[in-house]
């Protein structure tokens, strides 16, 4: 538990454990997963908890343990990268191999900047460099002391998806022989696709979901998390029943004063929830559709219609609004326009059930 | 013109530069870094030579250098004579007064940093020394320079605390300054008026470098207080 003085109310409560492999700590900002990378490293003191890391003890409030960021041996990678701006690449990568022989210091720098492809770059200054070769450097300081866990708190921020995928291959080539533990924060659900592996969520200072990227997104447990795994719809209601042998349980939406049918979850009759459904899960029909597998159908009428790129946000008014994202050839096709009448169709597992 | 004079300013000013380049590093660090709450006081107390007049600060100096002050008596018993009106007393006093112009542009100097490079530093294992003199140190290079011009210029052309603290004898305490001042009164404005000019010369030379500097650096001009 951590308490920040800056901020008074600030309270982080996390109890987590990473295995070797990427595991991904996800969350508005915020939420605190700087906060939790700090503690890691030593360089912010918690109030009271404990830190280990394969046997050794790196914080122990109750023991009175408490090892100085020099002694952790734990990398950390933070946002801005902080690359020394007077020293070379070469000499920042050798900035944590003070005590190294010469020939072993030397070889071990040659070996990390060729595994992140920065070999050419070593007598430049980080002003020199271009983004993403900061980013290979600002790795390489870090991992040629061969810490015992890797910290990243967005380190990728402003890249293309190309380059950061380039750079998170380095980054999983060189852990497949290492094998340590990494925490990646990010905020990015791209850069979540990109990583695999496992994740954490971490919302006002505390976890609220772990698992693989997929359980986490897939199935919000919060609002919050929910809009930022790009839930744009989300609708109040009031549990009605639970249809057990269909693995279902029908909801009474609030606003629309109508029932869909959402998957099963923990939840009793009469209890108050919150669905969340995809604008791009969500399918639009000009007539009443007849013949569908899909359980939910809902009549409106649409509000609005907004071209963004490539798609067409339309709402659609069913008493409660809906977000539709539906292509300009489905807008030409059925002569969608604002005032006419449409059916939504949702799919019950498009439906997904979060605690409020 | 004084020659003697000009030597002993140039020789006290060296002497006092070099002193407050090694009291005012650990001190500049301490308080640009220290999270101590009543770190204010000690600010306070260092910017002290800024505003009092220097008659005043050169008087206690007197006071704490003579033969009941607590540094005569230390001087004393260490050396064998007394700290007042010599060399040695006029370098302490300077010092003092010259203190701030040291520390404050070191502290902006050091309060730039982006605090994220001494956390980088500290997780691969660096401790305090060596994030200072590998890291703080280099990147705080213009303002070491600033540091070290002002408090040499500043020294040199210093007059109330020498007057009150070194008194006016030739060779030891006569300074530049009080030359100029001793010429001006027994009317010899010529020479007055070369020395006069020198100084002139040399301060504006001094301060135009610290500016060029600290431009060329790509950084505002380390003085905060001469904003004011």
């Keep these: 538990m951590y308490r920040d003085e800056a901020v008074p109310e600030f309270l982080l409560d996390v109890k987590l454990e990473a295995p070797p492999g990427i595991t991904i700590v996800f969350g508005p900002s915020g939420a605190g997963k700087s906060t939790v990378l700090d503690c890691i490293a030593g360089l912010t003191q918690p109030d009271s908890g404990a830190i280990a890391i394969g046997g050794t003890v790196l914080l122990d409030s109750e023991k009175k343990v408490n090892l100085r960021p020099q002694r952790r041996q734990i990398a950390y990678v933070f946002q801005n990268l902080a690359l020394f701006p007077h020293m070379t690449v070469e000499r920042n990568v050798a900035y944590g191999l003070p005590d190294a022989a010469a020939h072993a210091k030397a070889d071990r720098i040659a070996e990390i900047l060729q595994m992140f492809h920065v070999e050419a770059l070593r007598g430049r200054k980080p002003h020199e460099i271009s983004g993403g070769e900061k980013q290979r450097v600002a790795l390489a300081r870090s991992l040629v002391t061969l810490p015992r866990a890797l910290l990243l708190d967005e380190p990728l921020t402003g890249l293309d998806a190309e380059l950061k995928g380039s750079i998170i291959n380095d980054l999983r080539a060189w852990n497949s022989a290492h094998k340590i533990p990494i925490l990646y924060v990010t905020h990015s659900r791209e850069e979540v696709d990109a990583l695999g592996e496992r994740m954490i969520a971490l919302e006002h200072g505390k976890i609220v979901s772990e698992g693989t990227p997929r359980e986490v997104l897939e199935a919000p447990r919060r609002r919050r998390l929910a809009q930022a795994a790009g839930f744009e719809n989300l609708l109040n209601g009031t549990v009605m029943d639970l249809r057990e042998p269909d693995g279902v349980m029908r909801v009474r939406l609030a606003e629309a004063g109508c029932e869909i049918e959402v998957p099963l979850g923990h939840a009793a009759p009469g209890d108050r929830i919150i669905v969340a459904i995809r604008a791009g899960d969500i399918l639009l029909a000009s007539e009443v559709p007849k013949g569908l597998s899909a359980r939910n159908v809902l009549e409106g009428k649409i509000a609005s219609m907004e071209r963004r790129g490539a798609l067409v946000v339309a709402r659609v008014d069913c008493g409660a609004v809906f977000s539709v994202h539906v292509t300009p050839g489905a807008v030409r096709a059925l002569e969608l326009a604002v005032e006419k009448k449409v059916w939504l169709v949702l799919k019950t597992h498009s439906c997904h059930f979060v605690e409020d | ?228």
């Design chain 2, 1 to 228: 013109m004084n020659v003697e004079a000009l030597v002993l300013s140039a020789r006290l000013a060296v002497c006092v530069s070099a002193i407050l380049f090694v009291i005012g590093l650990p001190l500049a660090y301490w308080l640009a870094y220290s999270r101590w709450r009543w770190k204010f006081v000690l600010e306070a107390v260092v910017a002290l030579p800024l505003v009092l007049p220097p008659t005043v600060l050169g008087f206690y100096m007197l006071l704490a250098m003579g033969p009941r002050g607590v540094l005569g008596k230390v001087w004393h018993a260490a050396f064998g004579h007394g700290l007042a009106f010599t060399f040695a007393g006029l370098v302490i006093a300077s010092a003092l007064y010259s203190l701030p112009f040291a520390v404050q542009p070191l502290i902006a100097s050091f309060e730039t940093i982006d605090r994220k490079l001494l956390d980088a530093s500290a997780v691969l294992g660096a401790g305090r020394l060596r994030t200072f003199f590998r890291v703080i140190l280099p990147l705080s290079i213009p303002g070491i320079i600033t540091a070290l011009v002002l408090s040499f210029a500043h020294t040199l052309g210093e007059f109330g605390v020498v007057l009150m603290v070194g008194g006016n004898l030739a060779g030891v305490t006569r300074t530049v300054s009080i030359d100029i001042y001793d010429r001006a009164q027994s009317l010899d404005y010529a020479g007055a008026g070369q020395t006069a000019l020198l100084l002139l010369v040399i301060s504006f030379a001094v301060l135009s470098a610290v500016y060029g500097i600290n431009r060329r650096m790509g950084r505002r001009a380390l003085m905060p207080w001469a904003a004011q």
